[in-house]
């Protein structure tokens, strides 16, 4: 069964009731909340997830609410609750499901150490992987929805789950992230992508959630093996710049770009060697996803030359 056989009303009870047991690529999450402004944002964003039997493990049990007794009244606010405790500090009622997306992305990083987790999107052409690690307001999730709207595959807008046995990438397609002015290029740039209403004055300024391709829920089981490490930069007004990067430094910034490479130690320390040995590395400038694409479809086609 997935999401988008249960009728709204279904989705609802359950989100009130026992709680939706929710597959999102390795794990399983319980979500509930009584919030209206949850229950649309899982039917619409998670419409082609599965969803588990009620019997069954669950790794993040996860709950939405609003205050107790009379706060809720006067502050119109919502709690992440995982596992009936406080992780964070509450936010605006309005950012009900941003909150639940934020949480949901805690809870792997900071609970699921089988994976050593990196802060990176990653998409997929061709069975190879391509990490793209990068801080807020590089145009990272911006050129993840241009390229997952024009081929590649969603493995994951936030986290890369690297498995330290096999080296391989396992997927977690979940709504992308979209902020600020992101939110209009993509809706120019790809209007068949389906993104959800826009959450103003979020502590990361205007967010919308793009829904991901059915084809990348539906492959979510399906790993895949690293190829390239790029690291992109949104520059307004230059030309798209793919420019070689040598492997010590790519190393470098992925052990900074990871949140538990330490708690890893040598493992993690080989780890990140093996997906760098394997793995072709970049620094990637843009302003515009044309060129991005282009840029990217010779990549996976192995036509780029730097001669």
């Not at 605006?92 to 809870?107: D, K, R, T, V, Y």
């Amino acid at each position: 069964m997935i999401v988008a056989d249960l009728s709204p009303e279904q989705l609802r009870n359950r989100l009130e009731g026992t709680g939706l047991r929710l597959r999102t690529g390795p794990v399983v999450n319980l979500i509930r909340s009584k919030l209206p402004l949850v229950a649309k944002g899982v039917a619409l964003h998670y419409a082609q997830h599965s969803i588990e039997e009620d019997s069954g493990f669950i790794d993040f049990p996860v709950d939405i609410r609003l205050p107790h007794g009379l706060r809720r009244w006067f502050h119109s606010q919502v709690f992440f609750y995982f596992d009936n405790e406080l992780p964070f500090s509450p936010l605006s009622a309005n950012q009900a499901f941003p909150m639940l997306e934020w949480g949901l992305n805690w809870c792997i990083s900071s609970h699921c150490h089988r994976y050593l987790t990196i802060h990176a999107a990653v998409i997929e052409r061709n069975g190879k992987a391509v990490l793209l690690p990068a801080p807020p307001g590089s145009g990272k999730s911006t050129l993840c929805a241009g390229l997952i709207n024009n081929g590649w595959r969603l493995l994951s807008d936030e986290l890369a789950l690297i498995d330290p046995e096999r080296g391989d990438i396992t997927p977690v397609p979940r709504p992308v992230s979209l902020k600020n002015a992101s939110i209009e290029t993509i809706r120019r740039f790809a209007p068949q992508a389906l993104l959800g209403p826009v959450v103003h004055d979020t502590l990361k300024g205007d967010v919308a959630h793009m829904r991901p391709p059915i084809d990348s829920v539906l492959r979510e089981a399906e790993t895949a093996r690293p190829g390239w490490v790029i690291f992109p930069r949104y520059a307004a007004n230059e030309s798209a710049r793919l420019t070689p990067l040598s492997k010590a430094s790519a190393f470098m910034r992925l052990a900074d770009n990871a949140f538990n490479y330490n708690l890893h130690g040598r493992r993690g320390f080989e780890t990140l060697v093996r997906l760098v040995d394997a793995s072709d590395c970049y620094e990637f400038s843009y302003s515009r996803l044309e060129e991005a694409i282009v840029i990217f479809q010779r990549l996976a086609d192995s036509t780029l030359s730097f001669e």
